[in-house]
């Protein structure tokens, strides 16, 4: 596949204790594929400022972009800022630009511009921000690294102001069937077809439901006609059987 | 903390095109949390053999345990057991004892042991079997790797028979309290109380619900005296604000 990647990285204890579910993965995966992006890996690590600039320089260097979700606001284990700056080897300090979007938002609320939400306008040297038009701390880009908020409706928000700056590859289609039969009945023939089809990604996902077996096929690619094509031998061959 | 590590490894294409929500991790990490064992990196993958490889190679050798999810069925793209036998320079086969088990199941259910299923029976050399009681194929431990199925439903039930197994640390306990005011109001004072109990871990999870924003304050930690004594003070600290 031609199509850029991407692989993300959900910073938090709060993930990998259980405590809290993460959507923001699920939320990337559907709006990179429709962009035509690949997301090819995601890690979710803990609030620990060495295992984050790791994971970063890993990432930064395999993929051709890195989105970052958590770890940006305002309290002692928000490290993200300071973790991207490390593993960039870049200064960090509060940067003119942010201070004045911190300082306009708490004017607006009527609340206090503090030492501790002063932090949410440190900003690696270098990097451009990404709008937060919930609660105005931003994001940014740094490289190929995204860094945006862990609260999903404003990971939302800053995820589709940055995608339209991407360029993505075409558009990674998929088809789906579903069928009333187990895995092990279609494996042998949905491997000779995927064999023969090389330039498609061919899933088979098994499912429980009420007690009865089954299996979803999924058909991944970019070539709407070739994809079209295979789904018709899928078809001839789930009703052969 | 002293306790046991372990890191989970999602294998799997349609967890990152966005078509499947995982569930898996979720659930690891609660039910590691309450043995004692802490959940220290997650990371999903795709069904590439070379990049499982890499992935086990690196979690492995990092942390206490690792567990892996998915890509043990019949189908082409069930390409983990050879991944963790690769990973370990061992040889892989059908082995006898997982071939009695599918045989045992198959004649059960009236169903034909083919080429396909008796895939499933590869199993990696030194392994050994974890038991799958809903539809037989088994799972494998091989040194430090504890390979289980994607099949939410197969994940838990295996999980349950490898836990109890598993030497744990001291619980893992939290308390957490929610406050409705902004992460930056209590920032200050917050870090402040976690730089005063290195040894529990302070998180602040900042919420919106219907319009109104808050905190969640998370304080983690083995020690129940130390948690509760804690936690005390962080009331003090909040009420007086």
Known sequence: ???????????????????????????????????????????????EHAGIIDALNDLRGRFDHVFTSGGIGPTHDDITADAVAAAFGVPIDIRADARALLEAHYQRTGLELNAARLR???????????????????????????VLAGVPAIFQ????SVLPSLTGGDALLSQAVDVH???????????????????????????????AHGTQIVVRGTDGALLDAAMVELMTLLDKR
């Open 181 to 211: 039969r187990g895995e092990g009945e279609i494996a042998g023939p949905l491997g000779e077809l995927a064999a023969r089809y090389p330039a498609l990604g061919f899933g088979s996902y098994p499912w429980i439901r009420d007690g």
């Open 157 to 160: 928000a800053m995820l589709s």
């Open 1 to 47: 596949m031609t199509n850029p990647t991407a692989a993300m990285l959900v910073i938090g204890d709060e993930i990998l204790s259980g405590r809290t579910r993460d959507s923001n993965m699920h939320h990337l995966a559907r709006e990179l594929t429709a962009h035509g992006i690949r997301l090819a890996e995601a890690r979710m690590v803990a609030d």
């Open 120 to 146: 949410m306008a440190r900003i690696p040297n270098g990097a451009s921000l990404i709008d937060n038009p919930v609660s105005a701390a931003p994001g940014f880009t740094l490289g190929n690294v995204h």
